[in-house]
């Protein structure tokens, strides 16, 4: 049976799903952006946007322009306007609540890469404009969702590079021991067949739900290593239209059309 929205779409509406109303969230560059817009038009008004450039509680304006980060329509109606240092300075004060951040690789332990592919750092088979302020993102947020398309290039055992780090080897207190924030790091990953979480012991990825019409077989394929399964489950609907976030107010659904229209102006997003 043929599905009505793309992988796009329904990325965005899942990632949408997870930033809540009044929380203050760390927006990175590409798919972030769309599923914030998504967020604060549907069932999170009250979400302050931070962006790495500066820009502090924008609304920005549709639709959406392709490969922009600190443009107007991006900074529309800011609460303020400040600088790099500034709000990675929050962050590290424990200010920001969530990032969202794209990637290109990651492993079993959250950490990401997306700066390089090949396995020398200075002659790189393939080089990435990131990562930009990721590492800044996934180091000092209290939780990071990590936004990426379900594939087995993607989903590697070892990452060609560690541009932002997550659970590191999985060992007990690994990331405190290498001097970053107690508390912090990966919470969840959002794909194009699958929702994932970290388990609060091994560390590791931990499969939380798979796209309806799927299978776990299915969503295994596009993965170098085997996550864990979660005892419990859910089936992701397939249709994303009829989810309901509640608002503090009433309940909006949370429909693809919107980020069906926020998609179309855009060819940025993988």
């Known amino acids: 049976m043929g599905r009505d929205f793309t ?3 329904f990325m965005i509406c899942q990632c949408a799903r997870l930033m809540e109303d009044g929380k203050i969230v760390f927006i990175g560059y590409g798919m972030p952006q769309v599923a914030a817009i998504l967020a604060q038009r549907l069932h999170a008004p009250r979400m302050v946007q931070v962006y790495e450039f500066g820009a502090v509680g924008s609304l920005p304006e549709t639709p959406f322009v392709r490969f922009t980060m600190g443009g107007p329509r991006n900074c529309y109606r800011s609460l303020a306007w400040t600088n790099m240092n500034t709000i990675f300075a929050q962050a590290q004060l424990g200010m920001v609540d969530l990032g969202v951040l794209g990637a290109t690789q990651i492993d079993r ?9 090949g396995a020398d750092y200075k002659h790189p088979e393939k080089r990435f404009p990131g990562s930009g302020g990721a590492n800044e993102v996934l180091t000092q947020c209290w939780r990071t ?3 990426i398309r379900h594939e087995r290039r993607r989903f590697v055992k070892k990452v060609d590079f560690v541009a932002s780090p997550g659970y590191l080897d999985g060992s007990r207190e690994a990331r405190e021991r290498a001097g970053l924030p107690r508390g912090t790091g990966p919470w969840r990953v959002v794909t194009s067949k699958a929702l994932y979480g970290f388990d609060d012991h091994s560390r590791q990825m931990t499969l939380l739900g798979v796209l309806r019409g799927l299978t776990i077989d299915d969503v295994l394929k596009g993965m170098e290593f085997t996550p864990l399964v979660g005892e419990r489950w859910s089936s992701l609907s397939r249709r994303p239209r009829r989810s309901f976030v509640f608002s503090g107010r009433r309940s909006i659904p949370l429909v693809p059309s919107l980020a069906r229209q926020l998609a179309t102006n855009t060819n940025a997003l993988d």
């Open 7 to 9: 992988e796009s779409e």
């Open 109 to 117: 332990f959250g950490n990401v890469n997306s700066t390089m592919l």
């Open 145 to 147: 969702v990590i936004v």
